[in-house]
Structures are given as C-alpha cells and as structure tokens.
C-alpha cells in the first residue's frame, strides 16, 4: 500500500521560530510537493522537487525553503515563522511522466502564535 | 495559480440522490484528474481523464471532459453519506509534466 507520511499531524510554533516540517514517501517517486491549503484559497504549491537536491519554486514560496538530500524525503522549511503561515500543508509524491496521480499525505496543521 | 474553477463551491443533497460538479480551466492540458477531500485530512485520487478521452467511469463515479469549452463533470450516483467531502479537479498542462494546477473544490454534503 503507498504511502506518504508526515512528522506531525499538528504543530504550534511561536513567531521568528525555525519550523521543519517532513514529508516521506514509499514508492521512490521522483516528484514531491509541498503544499498549502487556506480556507477559500485552495491548494496553493510552494515548492516542488523532481529529483534528489532539485527543487522549483511554486506559487508562492517566499518564506519557505526546501530540501531534498534522499529520494524519500523532502523538508519544508520556514525559516522565521510568522502568524500567517498559520496554515495546512500538504505534502505529496508522484512518479515521473505526464498521467500519474498524486499521493498526499495527511496533512500538518501548523498554528503560529 | 489556479486554473480550474468547480461550481457549484457547495452542494448539499439527500442520501440516493445524484450529485453533479463542474470543473472549468483555461489552458491546454494532458490531462484532468478529480480528488476528493475528506475534513481535515489529505486528498485522495479518485479519477484521471486523458485529454483525448470523453467519458470515464469508476464504479459510482463517472466523468466527463469536453476539451472545446474546457471542461469537466464529475457525477457521483447513488450518494450516501460517506461521500461528504470536497472535491478538487486539477489539470495537468501540455508540455508540463510536473504540476498540477488546482480549483479551488466544491463542498458536498449527502445528508442521511
């Protein structure tokens, strides 16, 4: 059964922090993505990686960083939180070529106070 | 950027009842694909459409695209409650074979 994992399933992290959040997945997909899901907004991407220590810039990435040192797994990164990060993040994994799906993991509710 | 647009953004029926959702997008694409949401969790893939395609069932699920207005149908039958969720369509654009690009979901509610 695929699957794609998270660290947390929620987190509260206080302004100006350093906040990892990890995303592994089991099927040595190439692609990986990170999202964020804000009432209203939709899923909104990121950053995105299509190979080990490759990544893109989505739609909105300022603020965030990324990494992606091993296949499985890939970091997002948000180097001083701030309050409107407040957010679900959303990772997810797919293999390569045009018509595969996207396997999502279960999402981090992240609170910033 | 967004590019698919569901409607209607909510739809509450009665259990046995058809729900239907619509998805607009705007550029070309390779393919349409439709996932549903349940609260507070990840989405999951329910159905892809290749854009040379123009219906596709699965099960109580079928679809339909229509490349010349640059649209899509989801038709789930027979509803029951289990199918409360919210629903995204995300187009997967020519010559882009990365990305997906997302609407921003129609909330269903079957009630029992």
């Known amino acids: 059964d695929v699957k794609v994992t998270q660290s947390s399933r929620y987190l509260v992290k206080r302004t100006g922090e350093k906040v990892f959040l990890e995303c592994v997945q089991d099927m040595d997909h190439e692609n990986m993505f990170w999202y964020r899901q804000d009432p209203g907004l939709g899923l909104r991407l990121i950053y995105f990686?299509?190979?080990?220590?490759?990544?893109e810039k989505g739609d909105i990435p300022e603020g965030y960083s990324v990494s992606r040192e091993k296949k499985e797994r890939f970091s997002l990164i948000l180097e001083s939180a701030s309050t409107n990060q407040t957010s679900m993040y959303l990772c997810a994994s797919r293999a390569g070529g045009p018509s595969y799906e996207q396997y999502f993991g279960p999402g981090t509710r992240l609170t910033v106070t | 950027s967004q590019q698919g647009e569901e409607d209607p953004q909510a739809l509450s029926i009665q259990e046995g009842e058809n729900a239907t959702m619509n998805c607009s997008y705007k550029?070309?694409?390779?393919?349409l694909q439709w996932y549903r949401q349940n609260s507070g969790r990840g989405l999951v893939h329910l159905i892809l459409i290749r854009s040379n395609e123009r219906e596709k069932h699965s099960g109580r699920l079928r679809v339909t695209l229509d490349t010349s207005k640059k649209s899509s149908s989801l038709l789930i039958t027979a509803s029951r409650a289990a199918d409360t969720a919210s629903y995204f369509c995300?187009?997967?654009?020519?010559?882009?074979?990365?990305?997906?690009?997302w609407g921003l979901g129609t909330s269903l509610a079957v009630n029992p």
């Open positions: 990686s299509y190979d080990v220590k490759m990544k």
């Open positions: 550029t070309s694409i390779n393919n």
């Open positions: 995300a187009t997967d654009g020519a010559g882009n074979n990365r990305k997906l690009i």
